[in-house]
């Protein structure tokens, strides 16, 4: 077994354990965005990349799932203090607020982004 193989492997284990652990994850994407894209313009108007909601939806999730991941490590960092965990946790909390754009994208209330005000 080479290497990136391993890494997926262990990559897709660890995933499913958070989502077991958090009941289980069917992130469904809205309706309505189904087969929609999203189109990137210059300073011209001029249409520069058209994306597919799709891979962008894909993307946001995958980084929703390495956020979780990020917070699980630094949780049981024994490395680090409490000051430090809520420090750098505060980071990863700004992060999912930022992400808090795509919310939009995500048919279920319970799969949208929080951020600090919540």
Same mark, same amino acid.
């Given at each position: 077994?080479?290497?990136?193989?391993?890494?997926? #492997?262990?990559?897709?284990?660890? #995933?499913?354990?958070?989502?077991?652990?958090?009941?289980?994850?069917?992130?469904?994407?809205?309706?309505?965005?189904?087969?929609?894209?999203?189109?990137?313009?210059?300073?011209?108007?001029?249409?520069?990349?058209?994306?597919?909601?799709?891979?962008?939806?894909?993307?946001?999730?995958?980084?929703?799932?390495?956020?979780?991941? #990020?917070?699980?490590?630094?949780?049981?960092?024994?490395?680090?203090? #409490?000051?430090?965990?809520?420090?750098?946790?505060?980071?990863?909390?700004?992060?999912?607020?930022?992400?808090?754009?795509?919310?939009?994208?995500?048919?279920?209330?319970?799969?949208?982004?929080?951020?600090?005000?919540?």
């Amino acid at each position: 077994m080479d290497e990136s193989t391993l890494y997926e #492997l262990v990559h897709d284990a660890v #995933l499913a354990a958070i989502e077991t652990r958090e009941g289980g994850q069917d992130i469904r994407m809205a309706k309505r965005m189904v087969g929609g894209r999203v189109l990137f313009e210059d300073d011209q108007g001029r249409e520069a990349k058209a994306v597919p909601v799709e891979a962008i939806f894909k993307k946001v999730t995958s980084i929703r799932d390495k956020l979780r991941v #990020l917070e699980q490590k630094i949780n049981s960092h024994p490395g680090l203090d #409490l000051s430090d965990k809520a420090e750098i946790q505060g980071y990863v909390t700004r992060c999912y607020g930022s992400l808090t754009t795509f919310n939009f994208l995500f048919e279920d209330e319970k799969d949208k982004f929080t951020g600090t005000s919540s």
